[in-house]
């Protein structure tokens, strides 16, 4: 059994190697650019703030931050919505065949999302295309994108919560006259709120992430922040700086809210775990 010494140094060592990207590349944000090519330093001696004061007074980049916002919060409450009918329907209806309906839906996530980057760019540009207007390039069009690949983790996430919930609560309510609407308003969705919420910040961060897709199917009204990273590497050379600055900024919304919320993180992914 480990001392209290060894699980410390253990803890330490775990963060350092958590956190020294992180803090590698807020170096390299505030480095002036010609001490990058050459000796840069780990600890930092001349912090400029240049890099940040030009994204945030680009306009470009100010419409790609907004984007990202529009798209990870509507394809996360898209998501979460889809998600808990789904384990609703899998736990409570006698389903012929649930448990195969339940491992199909995760083997979709599976695969690399690179498979499928010839036939969306096809769907998106050929088959779902009346007139002038297509998914291609389009909030909606990346808001549904992303569902299918967040929807079978968030299935996969939520059921054991809505499995945790008894089902003679339930049947209860029947009795009383509650139809099926008001079970699932009134007794399943006020419980499975833990559920709720750690499927919908995981899916918001998932999205938010998310790079290639949004590189290929996106060029300019709905391109997101994290493609914005692409447009500083060019035939000139690499800006290193403000790529490192861009990455710091979409790092902030993900560590704010997992450093708010860690406790109903954990609380949500453990709830229904355990079952007497």
Known sequence: ????????????????????????????????????????????????????????????????????VIISTGNACLVTVLAFFACYALSRFDLGGK???????????MAPAAVFLL?????????????????????????????????????WTLRPTIDGIPKELDEAATVDGASTWTVIRHVVFPLAAPGLA????????????????????????????????????TTTGTEWGKMASIAIITLIPALVIFSVVQRHIVAGLTFGAVKE
Not at 1 to 30: D, E, K, N
Not at 123 to 150: E, P, Q, R, S
Not at 214 to 231: K, M, W
């Open 99 to 109: 448990e195969n309906i339940f491992f199909w839906t995760i083997t979709n996530r």
């Open 1 to 68: 059994m480990r001392g209290p010494i060894s699980q410390l140094m253990l803890w330490l060592a775990l963060s350092f190697l958590t956190l020294f990207p992180i803090y590698w590349l807020f170096v390299i944000s505030v480095t002036p650019a010609v001490e990058l090519f050459s000796t840069p330093s780990i600890l930092i001696d001349t912090a400029i703030w240049t890099n940040y004061r030009e994204i945030f007074h680009d306009e470009t980049l100010r419409r790609y931050m907004l984007n990202s």
């Open 198 to 233: 750690v499927t919908l910040i995981l899916t918001w961060v998932f999205a938010w992430n998310e790079f290639l897709l949004a590189a290929t199917l996106t060029s300019f009204n709905a391109r997101t922040i994290t493609t914005g990273l692409s447009e500083y590497v």
């Open 119 to 155: 036939p969306l760019f096809l769907l998106f540009t050929k088959v779902f295309a009346i007139g002038d207007w297509k998914l291609y390039d389009t909030h909606v069009g990346m808001i549904l994108l992303y569902c299918t690949f967040n929807l079978p983790f968030a299935i």
